[in-house]
């Protein structure tokens, strides 16, 4: 049978992050992907110029349309822009998507430097979406913000990971590519265990939209029935091919897409 992943999440026009980023990624990974649109960024691979949230019913009609007709095996949550939308977000999983694996991306800021959540919304992320979170997924300068305290060592990553568990999510899969140095060292950190993903650090500009394609990664593993463990190994691979195969690769002016 078909796995099927539901990522909710924003809108990029150029192709490389957002729900596009995820739908490609879920059909690369033998997923049928489908989509809830919560924000509307006017980007590309420069920035983004404007956005525009969806409208609260909007969001919920299209929660709606999906769930009464096709049940997920996975829902991912990316882009929620304002208070409201993770509000709105948190209810409707909570009243709908029971026994659901949720693999939550915080996005918060875009590699350009733009808000993708507004700071007001942060404490509400924390307080309404990562209790249902099977896993969430922070970059280092995400998890800083959740966590409070500069993240530049192994130990302060684990430190990290140990107190955003604290908010009721089963695991962090902590990113570190964002530190210094040669290496991008990721860590999985769960109540009673921990494990790191190692790699060599690859010289690119074009990483836009990297962080949805790993948690699209994951969350295609999750629905196709793979333990967290190997879905997030699996991810860090294909997150790194994906990065090596456009490694030279000239689309747009900024940081371009990566290859799936
Ligand atoms: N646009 C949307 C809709 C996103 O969800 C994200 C990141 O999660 C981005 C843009 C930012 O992508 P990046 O920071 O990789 O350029």
């Not at 800021?109 to 990562?130: H, N």
């Not at 140990?162 to 950190?189: N, P, S, W, Y």
Request: proline share 3%.
């Amino acid at each position: 049978m078909l796995a099927k992943a539901l990522t909710i999440a924003g809108f990029d026009a150029s192709g490389g992050a957002g729900i596009q980023a995820d739908l490609k990624t879920f059909s690369a990974l033998g997923c049928y992907g489908m989509s809830v649109l919560t924000a509307l960024p006017i980007q590309n691979t420069c920035g983004v110029s404007n956005c525009y949230s969806i409208p609260l019913t909007a969001i919920e009609e299209q929660l709606d349309s999906i769930f009464s007709d096709i049940t997920p095996d996975v829902i991912k949550i990316g882009m929620l822009f304002n208070s409201e939308i993770v509000n709105l977000v948190a209810q409707y999983l909570k009243q709908n998507a029971k026994g659901i694996p949720v693999v939550v991306d915080p996005v918060m800021v875009a590699k350009s430097g733009d808000m993708l959540l507004l700071p007001e919304a942060v404490s509400t992320l924390k307080e309404k979406i990562l209790p249902l979170a099977t896993v969430v997924t922070p970059n280092t300068d995400e998890a800083e913000v959740l966590f409070g305290h500069k993240i530049n060592t192994q130990e302060a990553m684990l430190d990290a990971a140990r107190q955003i568990l604290e908010t009721g999510v089963e695991a962090v899969f902590l990113k570190g590519g964002h530190m210094e140095g040669g290496m991008c060292q990721d860590l999985l950190f769960t109540e009673d265990k921990y494990q790191w993903f190692i790699s060599r650090r690859i010289k690119s500009k074009n990483t836009h939209g990297t962080g949805c394609t790993l948690s699209a990664a994951i969350a295609s593993g999750l629905a196709r029935g793979d333990s967290l463990v190997t879905s997030c190994s699996n991810a860090k691979e294909y997150i790194t091919q994906a990065i090596l195969s456009f490694q030279y690769e000239a689309i747009g002016k900024g940081h371009g897409p990566v290859n799936h």
